[in-house]
C-alpha cells in the first residue's frame, strides 16, 4: 500500500498538511469500504469541517483509498 495521496499534499503549506492527515484519518474511520462517493463525501465534509479546499486533487485520491482500504484495520 502506498500513500500516493500524500504527495498532492506536498504544495500545501504545513498547518494545511497535517490538518489533511487528521482530517484522512478520521474519514477513513468512518467511510472505510464503502464506495467512492460516500468515501469522498465523508472526506470532504470533514475536510470542509476543518477550513481545507474541498477541491484540492489529494481528496478523490485518498477517497479512493479510503474506499479501498479494509474498514477492520
Known sequence: ??????????????????????VYDLARDRAAGQPPDVAHATLRAAAQAEGLDTSHPWLAVAAARISASNPDT
Not at 8 to 15: N, R, V, Y
Request: a negative charge.
Open 1 to 22: 500500500m502506498t500513500d500516493d495521496w500524500k504527495l498532492a499534499l506536498d504544495e500545501l503549506p504545513l498547518q494545511q498538511r497535517l490538518k489533511a492527515i487528521v
